[in-house]
Every structure is written in C-alpha cells, then in structure tokens.
C-alpha cells in the first residue's frame, strides 16, 4: 500500500476538512474545491476523488439533519434531477481531460455570475415552481455529474420553499446522498475512479467529520455574509483559471 506525496496528502486533507465545512452550511465553498481540485488532478481523476469525500461528507450531515428533512419536496425534485444525470453523463462520455476542465470553469463562472441575480430569479420562480423545479433538477443533475458543482443550484432552489435554516439542511443532506450515491456506478463505468489513490484518500477521509464539527462552531461567530462573498471571489478566479488553461 503506497501513499501520495506528502504535499497531495495535505491537499487532500484540505480537501476532506472542506467538504466536512460544505456539509455543515457554507454551499458556496463547495465551487472552490472542487476548481482548485481540478488544477492539480486532471478533471477526470478529480471526479472521483471530490465524489468520495462529499459521499463522507453526505453520511455525516444525514446523520446530523435527517429528521428535519421535507421528504415530500424531496420525492418532487428527484426524478428531473436523476433524468439530468443521466444527460450528464452521456455528455462527460464525451469529454476528454482538456475539455472537461474547460467546461468545469465555464459552469463555475456561470454559477457564480448568477449569484448577484439571486433576488429577481427568487422573484420570477415563485410565480412558476413546476417549470423551476423541473429547470433545476435536470441542471443540477447535469452539473453535478460534469462538476459536482450541484450545490449552488439546488441551494437557490430550496431557498424558494422558504424552508426554515434546519429543514433547508436537512433535506439537502438526503437529497446529496441519494444523487451522489446514483453517480457511484456511473462514474465507475465512465472509469473516473483512480484506485492508487484510494490508500491517500482513507487515511484523510476522517477529517471530513472534523470539517463538519469546525463548520457548525465557526459559523456562530463569522459573518457568513462576507465569509460567502470571499469564496466566490476565489471559485471565479480558479473557474477563469480553468478557462485560461485551455487555451494556453
């Protein structure tokens, strides 16, 4: 059994602790991990690397919220979503290494640029949720097969429920775990896991519980606020990187 390099160890630790942050209540962080993922590993071998770790991250917050879940919303908004998976990975069936971190950095900008459009896409939606639901579901499959870049989508989307803070946590848990356990074999068939790198990823995995634990005490004292402003001013910078490297 042989590791990676001390310097990917600590990459993947930072990986694990974030993930653990992700699934205690801080979705715009998870667009910066998984671009500064993809500028190390090539895009295919990041796939599978972030998937396991936020499938950890998924059994930690479902064991923490699940109780507070809206099942209801939640049946309602799976069967767009597995329908965009599969549209996911008919397209990443397509997608060479070069064009996939391409198409990452064009999704997390995009994802990005629409945050400041938050209110009035809040607005619009609550006069149209069957066409939102449908919208977001099959967008949220897509990208989270492409780059598991699915948070934000579905965050915006819970949001228009007017769910309290727990019930939004809650069932965002069960929704996550149920998409990202249906990637499973279809990232297996697509070959995206790598499986030298499964002794480096066990033996960091746990610290995804110690990011979960940190999240839930740092956010009483941060300002999210500007906490979420910082994160999406790095997820643009490394998505307009991923765009750059392309090209050069």
């Not at 599969?86 to 290494?97: A, E, Q, R, Y």
């Amino acid at each position: 059994m042989s590791f990676l390099s001390p310097e990917y160890l600590l990459l993947l630790c930072a990986v694990a602790f974030a993930i653990g942050f992700v699934k205690a209540g801080v979705p715009a962080l998870g667009m910066l991990v998984s671009a500064v993922i993809v500028l190390v590993f090539t895009p295919r071998e990041a796939l599978g690397i972030i998937l396991i770790y936020l499938l950890a991250g998924d059994l930690v917050a479902v064991s923490f919220y699940w109780r507070l879940a809206h099942f209801n919303e939640y049946r309602k908004m799976l069967p767009p979503t597995v329908f965009g998976i599969v549209i996911g990975g008919v397209l990443l069936s397509f997608l060479d290494n070069s064009n996939l971190g391409l198409v990452i950095g064009l999704m997390i900008m995009v994802l990005v640029g629409l945050e400041p459009f938050r209110p009035q896409m809040t607005e619009w939606a609550f006069h149209y949720p069957r066409s939102v639901r449908f919208g977001s579901g099959i967008f949220a499959g897509v990208s989270t097969t492409i780059g598991n870049a699915a948070g934000p989508v579905m965050a915006l989307y819970f949001l228009l429920l007017k769910l309290d803070k727990k019930a939004f946590v809650g069932t965002s848990s069960i929704f996550f775990l149920t998409i990202n356990s249906i990637k499973v074999p279809l990232f297996y068939y697509q070959d995206l896991f790598t499986p030298a790198y499964f002794p480096s990823i066990a033996v960091t995995i746990p610290l995804v519980y110690a990011g979960a634990i940190f999240g839930r005490i740092f956010l009483n004292w941060i300002s999210q606020v500007w906490f979420k402003r910082i994160i999406l001013f790095l997820s643009a910078l490394a998505g307009l990187w991923l765009v750059i490297r392309y090209f050069v």
